[in-house]
């Protein structure tokens, strides 16, 4: 409110929608210094939102949409990225092999996982990592 923004910024709460509110969006702008993973950054990939973020985890930045900043930039170059990533080509196109590529693919993660419960606890192989990212592309 003190900033002029209560117009533009609206807190939702939780969601059990986040696929559309994603697809609502022109840029996802994540400064978060308290993230270990950040899967709200690769969920907001996954939906085809391009994202400028803090430089937090690597596992983060999966895609061509994906753009790296340090709070010591400042709120101008910040302000400006979010602005180059919305104009990005491959903003809101589909990004699903970028997020299986990367490891976070559902169907990959139970394999994996049924074969470590029966497995007696032994991890299985890999030929590439495996994530926890559940989401709907459809």
Not at 120 to 135: A, C, Q, R, S, Y
Request: glycine share 6%; aromatic share 10%.
């Amino acid at each position: 409110v003190e900033k002029g923004l209560s117009d533009c910024v609206h807190f939702l709460g939780n969601r059990k929608d986040m696929n559309r509110i994603y697809q609502a969006m022109d840029v996802f702008v994540f400064p978060s210094l308290f993230e270990g993973l950040g899967i709200v950054a690769i969920e907001a990939q996954a939906a085809g939102v391009p994202i400028a973020a803090l430089k937090i985890a690597s596992e983060t930045d999966i895609t061509p949409i994906y753009r790296k900043l340090l709070l010591s930039d400042g709120e101008e170059k910040w302000a400006n990225a979010a602005l180059e990533m919305a104009q990005n080509l491959k903003a809101h196109t589909n990004m699903q092999q970028y997020v299986i590529d990367a490891g976070f693919d559902m169907d990959a993660t139970a394999k994996y996982m049924e074969s470590y419960y029966l497995n007696d606890g032994e991890l299985p192989e890999m030929n590439k990592k495996v994530g926890f990212l559940i989401m709907n592309f459809e």
